[in-house]
């Protein structure tokens, strides 16, 4: 019998760089983790010149990096108003868009490469814009976990977008290998969550039978959901809910917020309000307008 290989989709990284000189401002398209880290990441935080797109840059002279990852080639990944990022002459517009979670597919991923300890080492020099820009990706970041349910997951991470918070869905995040508990550690920085549940799973006890059942969220759903509020704590943590009939949701998280997520966008002013209780600065009128 010849054994079948699983061909394994691993994920493609992106890296932007603003330079002082725009002519060598740039994104560098569909490399593999390796690269990314061989040619650029080691030689810049140890403040050295790297090669990008044919050019020697000096770390110096960075104003600002945005890494993201995808599955998909460069030249997939479409923008709003259809373009593909690769073909798209605008990068900053490119940046902006990924930012706002408006690419399908791509993923901020900067801080996993880039801390604002890294960027501190990279030279006495460095200016503080760049710092500062590394230091606002890593404080607007907003855990997101969801279930099956793609409209509330696209309604949410694009209500986070236009809060100027930047969504990071758990699951979509490259696994490298590595389990769901030891991907917890790539969300030390982030203080806020927003889970979702959503009817997925139907379930009942093994005594009953089966026109007992009841829909339920996933079960790593409800993992994650308690990962979080351990971590978080509740206050920190904010569940939204499909009303669905027959859906049983798991309200006995004592003091935890469940709203339901409406069709009439109410579920958007608790976003809003516990965004802004738990310090977070947003323009509530970017998003109710």
């Known amino acids: 019998m010849t054994k079948q290989l699983t061909k394994v989709n691993l994920p493609k990284y992106h890296v932007y760089i603003e330079y002082e000189d725009p002519e ?6 569909n490399v593999s983790e390796e690269e990314l880290v061989r040619t650029f990441v080691t030689p810049f935080t140890a403040g050295q010149p790297f090669w990008f797109m044919g050019r020697l840059l000096s770390p110096l002279k960075v104003a600002k990096v945005v890494i993201f990852w995808s599955y998909e080639n460069a030249d997939k990944l479409v923008l709003p108003n259809q373009e593909t990022i690769a073909t798209c002459k605008d990068k900053k517009f490119v940046i902006d868009n990924i930012g706002k979670g ?11 490469f880039l ?17 500062a820009s ?9 855990v997101v976990v969801h279930g099956s349910d793609e409209e509330m997951k696209q309604a949410t991470i694009g209500a986070l977008g236009k809060l100027g918070l930047a969504p990071v869905l758990m699951r979509e995040q490259p696994s490298q290998g590595r ?20 009817p997925d799973d139907f ?12 829909l339920r969220p996933q079960q790593d759903v409800i993992f994650e959901l308690g990962f ?20 049983e949701v798991p309200t006995d998280f004592e003091g935890v917020r469940f709203t339901a997520f409406d069709d009439r966008g109410s579920w958007k002013l608790s976003l809003i309000r516990e965004l802004t209780a738990c310090g977070y600065s947003v323009d509530a009128n970017r998003l109710l307008k």
């Open 24 to 29: 060598k401002s740039g994104i560098r398209f």
């Open 179 to 198: 389990k769901i508990v030891e991907k917890f550690a790539d969300y030390a920085d982030v203080s806020f969550a927003v889970v979702l549940l959503s």
């Open 203 to 214: 379930a009942y006890a093994k005594d009953d039978p089966p026109t007992k059942r009841k």
């Open 115 to 131: 801390t604002p300890t890294d960027k501190k080492s990279v030279a006495s020099g460095l200016s503080s814009t760049t710092d």
């Open 134 to 142: 590394f230091a606002s990706v890593n404080m607007r970041r907003i």
């Open 102 to 112: 408006k690419v399908k597919g791509a993923y901020l991923y900067t801080e996993k």
């Open 228 to 247: 979080f509020l351990g971590r978080l704590g509740k206050d920190n943590v904010l569940v939204f809910y499909r009303e669905f009939e027959n859906f």
